[in-house]
């Protein structure tokens, strides 16, 4: 999952190595001042960084002559043993990961959130000359992927706790990208975790609906409440809460049709389910692998009837990781679940850190 970006994001770490040992490799010559020589590194160990920098007489000159601070802490942090991380080191590596990140998939300004965190995090940095740079460059990345990925999250399973019985949750999104099995998904996850389920298929759209639903549920042995095709999504939904209620049933899984954003009637049916049913949370399911058209469709959606999560399915295809980095940014909304393949099994919480561990770790 998501390998190619990966690749990417370490790309980024070696052409920071790159272009900051070369800058140590050629040392403060077109830096500091004639006449004055660094200071031995074993001597230079001996003071702080502070009175180090402070006593050179490279500094004072340098800050006399009103040379560019940028300068002047190099040739201090060069005296001292240290290499400071300047803007101009980190201008090619940061263009070159703005291009990997766009070629991911990632949208334009999230990728730019991404290097405007990264730089303000790196530029100015002070690092030993021993320290290795990817560790710093792995820090910087680390924030800057967690502060986008992270947006709105909360917790699932404590929301599902919290809320009163039954907890109806509404899955949208368009056409094939795998809404009804991730219900089905869903109502497995639910029950491992003690939650009895009901199906509803508010896809009263396409012919064949229900029957693809009542395989899951039969599948799960779970009930599924259904109408004749062309009959309302909300009233099958509404029935369903109904049929929740008097059996003492958990959560309602309402399904609806696949739909176009561009298609007003049916998003217009997609607020009119809103309306009657009031879920208590709508779920918005695209493919990872969908990457910007995912993150338009989200925000679209949202406009129609407000979502509170998504769901990315497919994520074992997709390599990119577009997506998956982009939703939450772009819509305030947080991604919840990845689909991670056709079993009933391969529904997996979102969990921002543990992406980015396996992104950049
Ligand atoms: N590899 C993989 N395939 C998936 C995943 N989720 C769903 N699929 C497959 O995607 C296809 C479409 O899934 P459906 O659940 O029928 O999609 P849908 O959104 O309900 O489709 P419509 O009812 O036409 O809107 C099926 O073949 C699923 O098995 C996933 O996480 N990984």
Redesign the pocket.
Known sequence: MFDGLKEKLDSFRSDVEESTESEAEAGPESETPEGAEPVPESEAAAESSETAADDTPAATDEAADGDSPGRLQRAKAFATGKVVLEEEDLEDPLWNLEMALLESDVEMGVAEAILDQIRSNLVGETKSQMASTGDLVEDALRDALLEVISVGQFDFDERIAAAEKPVTIVFT?????????????MARYLEERGYSSVLANG?TY?AG?NE??REHAEALGKRLIAHEQGGDPAAVIYDGVEYAEANDVDVVLG?T???LHTSSDLMAQLEKIDRVVAPDLTLF?D??VAGQDAVERAQQFDDAAEIDGAVL?????DSQGGAAISVAYVTGKPVLF?????GYD??DRFDPESLVDDLVG
Request: hydrophobic content about 35%; glycine content about 16%; charged content about 25%.
């Open positions: 999104g368009v056409n094939g990208v795998g809404k009804t099995t991730t219900i089905a998904k896809d396409r609906a693809q639903i399904d049709a696949g739909r399911v493919e990872a399915t497919k994520a074992d295809a990845l689909g991670t393949g056709q391969d529904l």
